[in-house]
Nanobody, 127 residues
């Protein structure tokens, strides 16, 4: 069992930056694949980025590639999402998620692959 708590959301102007953090409880954080998802009003939850064990691999949605960076610090049980060049279309509630199971040949971009979810943090980008 792991509990996830996101922080770092807020209101920012277009072109600005934010860094989201997700702190995880438990002693086995390093064994989880971690992901960020987001959900805008009236839309389905969508994949943003994922990072595998030991940060060996990272994956991004096309919409954020080149602007967002996912990273993890296993010593701090924390995963981060650095968001640069923010756009109004990035406005959403951002969720952190942890995947405990191994799936082969995947970018861990599917909601069903994740076992634990945080409560989310609001990001609002004004134009």
């Amino acid at each position: 069992q792991v509990q996830l708590v996101e922080s770092g959301g807020g209101l920012v102007q277009a072109g600005g930056s934010l860094r989201l953090s997700c702190a995880a409880s438990g002693r086995t954080f390093s064994s989880y694949v971690m992901g960020w998802f987001r959900q805008a009003p009236g839309k389905e939850r969508e994949f943003v980025a994922s990072i595998t064990w030991n940060a060996a691999s990272t994956y991004y949605a096309d919409s954020v590639k080149g602007r967002f960076t996912i990273s993890r610090d296993d010593a701090k049980n924390t995963v981060y999402l650095q968001m640069n060049s923010l756009k109004p279309g990035d406005t959403a509630v951002y969720y952190c998620a942890a995947a405990a199971r191994f799936y082969s040949r995947t970018t861990y971009s599917a909601i069903r692959e994740y076992d634990y979810w945080g409560q989310g943090t609001q990001v609002t980008v004004s134009s």
